[in-house]
């Protein structure tokens, strides 16, 4: 956990310091004493009496007392310091800059723990080893540059990488991005991103405290707290937005369910930022345009007016909010006509609004009063303004940024020309605003932010279900895929509707229990996982001696253990599924089934225990939800029983979390139900409950 001599000390020693400003020691103590310090300031070098003015101490046990030690020396000497200062100097923070640890090999993850447990033996708070440093109000904590200028309305940064900390770092800068705190945590041996989280939730001040918070993870090591933490702070008023590195689907190569095929770290990963009110990034730049977006009104609606003088800026911003589910509605009507009039000809209104290039200044301002006054519909505005290198565009943006101050509808400025307007775009961000250099970018990430969802702040009530019968069935189990009839009475102790089945290695056996069934019917073979690709799911069963020449026909597929006979249900295929990565809550997946599952992987993701609108807003995400709604014709199915079958699935992992994959696939859905009819359940005994 940080503490105060971590983020205010009143004394820094600098282990390694050196006169040589292009060596970590060196460039470490060169932005402490430019970023003007008021502490007392030592450092240890015995090879010198003095260091960049500064006087030096020949070793550890010859410094007083010291609030925070930053250590910048090879890491074999680190733990020697580490014991002198935590033991004899009463020091309680600890910046460790040095490579060499955990993220090396087996000796330096051994010299890690020790020194770990030496920090928290007194304590005290460790950030690295393997880092950056820290940048606070009091002191610029890093040997990289640039030092960005501490702004506490700005963004803080915390990384899991110092490199891609100083590139957020410079990007933004250009772009008019202000940052606050910077944390670089480097391997997170004592400390990681979620425990600065914490301590910046627990002590957070909103008058003084950064109202923007940007995450780089490459590990989450505490899903829970890293959600719990996040909420806490977006409901306190603070925008969060993030990337988790590293979410790939190269694990999901050996899944055996359609489930562990999709379930892959970034939908579990995106599940999470869902539920605790996290934007999800995938890149730097998009990183970027979210915080800009930040610094800006609120976008309260979906429909976006794109102002402009470049038609080809504008389709392609059009296209990106489309795609992200926003919109930009076509404007017309006499208002529309009167702002047309003020406009040279061969301007359009309809949306985008193109004033040409010879548009001026005065003219930006009319259309942008009209979208503030006039146009109900619209809720936004992107205004792309770019120059030829023909003109002077300083009035043009002038004009921008008195409205970007008075229009209660948020602006955002896509300022491309970053060479032919160098100057005036500079003058822009100097009077503290910010420019979307790529308006692609800008759409994306708009989208994301938009549909990003708040915390949820209701309690959540899981429909009941047999709990008893639950256990008993996973406790007389092995680790491994339930048996056909385990996994019926699974459901039905669940509460989950599951089409009749019968599963029989021999055809006398089959054939008998038919009378049970009504004609047509699906018969399937058992064993083999992906069964449409080998033909083995036969429909339109019409008789018994069909029934028969079935049987025959699936049993002679490779690998086939027995039949699985069912009645043919109609309704639209739907998909409902469970995963679990380590160290996370299950997570549930839906959508559309079948065969479409794979070609159209159009699904949602939530993380256990879901809520009934969180359920409902997992619907309402996915493409396809038009079809559940019913279209052209054909009836849709009944939401409310999709949404309970969730959230019984949510409960039913709660109470039996060994479950680690769960695919229904189809569940049959009509407007009057929904059925389950294929299931495959998986359990792990080693598996524990996560908190959630």
Known sequence: MLNKKLISPSSIA?????NDVKKPGGKMLKNILDGGFKGNLCVVNPKEEKVQGVHSFPNVGSLPNIDLAILAIPARHCLEAVTVLAEQKNTKAFIIIS?????????????ERRITEIVEKVEGCLIGPNCIGVITEYYKGVFTSPIPKYDSSGCDLI??????????????MALGVTFANVFSVGNGAQTSIEDVLEYMDRNYNPATDAPIKLLYLETIKDPEKLRRHAASLIK????????????????????????????????????????????????????????????????????????????????????????GGLSVPVIEGQEAEKLKSYLYPGSSVGNPIDFLATGTAEQLGIIIDYCEHKFDIIDAMVVVFGSPGLLDVENVYNVLGVKLDVCKKPIFPVLPSVINARREISRFIAQGHINFPDEVVLGKALAQVYKTPQPSTETIVLPSIDLKNIRKIIEQNPSGYLTASDTEALLKAANIPHVPTIVENTKAALLLKLDAFDFPIVMKVVGPLHKSDIKGVLINIASVAEASDAFDQLMNIDNATAVMAQPQLAGLELFVGVAKEAGFPHTIICGLGGIFIEILNDVAAGLAPISEKEARAMLQSLRGYKLLQGVRGKDGINEAAFIAIIQRISALVQIAPEITEMDINPLIGNPKDLVAVDVRIKIEKTVVSVAN
Do not use: P, Q, W
């Not at 600098?14 to 050196?18: D, E, K, M, P, T």
């Not at 306190?236 to 379930?263: D, M």
């Not at 007016?305 to 489309?322: E, K, N, R």
């Open 236 to 323: 306190k008023g603070v925008r969060i937005a993030a990337i988790k590195a590293g979410s790939t689907t190269e694990g999901s190569r050996a899944a055996t369910s359609h489930t562990g095929a999709l379930a892959n770290s970034d939908m579990t990963v995106r599940a999470l930022f869902n539920k605790a009110g996290i934007v999800y990034c995938s890149s730097r730049e998009e990183l970027l345009s979210v915080a800009s977006i930040f610094k800006y009104k609120k976008l309260k609606g979906k429909n976006i007016a794109i102002i402009t003088h470049a038609g080809g800026s504008a389709v392609m911003l059009a296209d990106a909010l489309s795609k």
């Open 99 to 111: 490579a060499g640890f955990g993220e090396a090999d087996a000796v330096g993850a051994s010299l």
């Open 159 to 172: 990384s899991g990488s110092g490199a891609t900390a100083v590139f957020i770092m410079e990007a933004g």
């Open 14 to 18: 600098v282990i390694g310091a050196s």
